[in-house]
DNA sequence: CTCATCTACCCAAACGTTTGGGTAACGTTG
DNA sequence: CAACGTTACCCAAACGTTTGGGTAGATGAG
């Protein structure tokens, strides 16, 4: 123990004594006990004990006496027995492992969606595995084939590109799966409306008296970006606003991506936007940053509107009006619908509602010398 | 299909057909290559190609001629062969599965840290499960027999607890585990060295003439918590500055907690403090929030230092000075470690070197007035 | 030419389940 | 009391690997 006495003292450290692993035996110590050892005791056959234990506390179809059955069960948990799942997977041909495949888990977004998807399959009696694909289509197929090597029952894809074939292959293959977060028409998805989402936008910047405003948009591979952009541009030109090309900035998803666009949305010759809608929070947090740096305020030069209404959201110094969008249901979600694919169902994409959240950075009105109205 | 039509056409979506599933077959479609299935084919016995499949392209001890052993591993890599780990598990007694258990995936540290740990376990033939425990010490319990249930090989502990006898407990029944993030003395721990962190800080403020500082701690069972605050105080008293237990507010780590600490230091009758060091860059976010609401400016009227240096914190409106610490690399150094274990040996604690990263939110010196050098 | 040593294989058992197909024993019915 | 159902089990064969222990034939030494 190498530990600096003074605070370690101080904090009330204290050490138990090293662990005294012996390190022969496998991972939950000592003999497993499995179906063959608790038939023995009980002087019953091994499928008696396995018809017992997959029975529902009802006797399974004269599987055994309630009596014995009672016994089994009583035996089982004395002995806390647990199934050994890669013998079982082995006979079933089934794993009870979902693969799920995010481009990072780092973004806080996927991160939420994998908590509800967490949630979701324990409670069907599944794992969960999660991989990143960095957004790199090469990563995609490696980790994709990963995944099947281990021999999921199934993937719940978080990564999807617009563009691409991997998808039709896996099809092709008859491997079942889902898309997570973004959709791909065509594909059992699910996902936050992000049309609409896009669409809560242009009306709210509307309504504030905003007219110039800019998008920072995203990737393009992503039906996210896409849609949300979409929605966006669709609702502000129905209400009369224009809006060019020039306006819209792709970039990417983070907080640096997000800075780089705002300072070209800044940099720009045209006159400066009173609202920028970014189609992420951590884009917006970057823009604001790329405001500031220009010597603009947040919220009273410059509107700024972010997207999934992350946890940071509500609690930046200058909160930042969010769509919300239900990241752990769409999680949940997912696992409801690959679990429908496997029952060999082909269920609809679902599209969760999003919900707009102002804030102070787009509270106040636009800035009356540059609105045009 | 219920696309709105104006943007799906303006964007270029396609439908391709809605998939045609069948879903008889396992996941990756067709029958299964087998063992059996590249054995009968090339006329040899299971265990033959079993053998040669194993020996690095030197043919193993006998096992077959070199010319076998070619045609075994063109016809396997032809039939696209990929051996059913559950299988080869139930025979060895190993998944090659390794269970990692975190407070939660969205926060960003363990996230990183996750990623780590998807790469290196990938490198060495490991796959990782990932669970989360919300620091709720049953959650925790249930969550690690689920992994124990999956017969994982050994675990990676992300969510110690410095009181609790959960650790001692799976010593005890010989479940082979290393921690990660959060050390607890005695146990093998892969952890960035926050004492070294915490008397960085106290150096940096003090250097730039704070002597007045409060100390947002996080939560007082993780050793992250207390670790950096215990080397922040140490050092900041060993430099001969004062700071009482009343200075020291503990918190949550999100940005909800660090707003609601930075209130309560802000509230108290105290004269204020020029700086404040939050044990973590979301909470340090929050305290930002709460000097806001006040009126005051971060980096001038208080200063504010994070940790972790996430992604985030470079890139903020204001940016913030955080004490970096690698945990990409602490995610990988915990798959090596747990390999230790595996292999029966005791690693040491690891201790990663932290770095400190100046930034507007503590680059100026301290406010003259309230300074007492 | 015999005996020992390789070489290049084959054989079979085992890992822990699940599940289709028995079958004795018992009770009921006509 | 024969025929027929039930009940409460048992049996055995898989599932796809891995691995300790063969062995027939070729090669080499003496």
Redesign the interface.
Known sequence: ?A??Q???A??G??????????????????RTVTLKDLARELGVHPSTVSRVLHSGSDVAKGAASAATAERVRELASKLGY?P????A??RT?R?KLLGVIVP???D?VL??M??GI?EAS?EVGY??????SRDDPEEQRRKID?M????????IIGDAH?DGGL??EL??????FVLMNRRV????SATCDD?VGGELVASHLWEMGHRQVAVIAGEPYASTA??RT??F??RWRSLGGTISDDDVVWSSF???G??EAGEKILASGKPRPTAIFAVND?AA??A??A??SHGLT?GRDVAVVGYNDT??AA?????LTSVHSPMADIGRTAVQLIQA????E?PEPARLEPTLYVRESSAARAPAEVSAT
Chains 1, 2 share one sequence.
Do not use: C, H
């Open positions: 123990m530990l600096k003074s605070w370690a101080d904090l450290y204290s050490d138990p004594g090293g662990q005294e692993m012996d390190m022969k035996e496998k991972a939950d110590g000592g647990s050994d799942p890669q013998a997977s082995l041909r794993t990072r888990l780092s806080l991160a939420i994998y908590e967490d324990a794992s969960a595995f999660v991989m990143n990963l099947l090597a281990r021999r999921v029952d199934g993937l617009l998808l039709q099809t092709d293959r008859k491997v079942p028409p065509g594909y059992p049309v896409v849609d979409a929605g541009l669709d983070d907080t640096a997000g800075r951590f947090i970057g604001m940053g405001l500031r947040v946890s940071l609690e930046l110094p200058i909160p694919v496997l029952r060999g082909k």
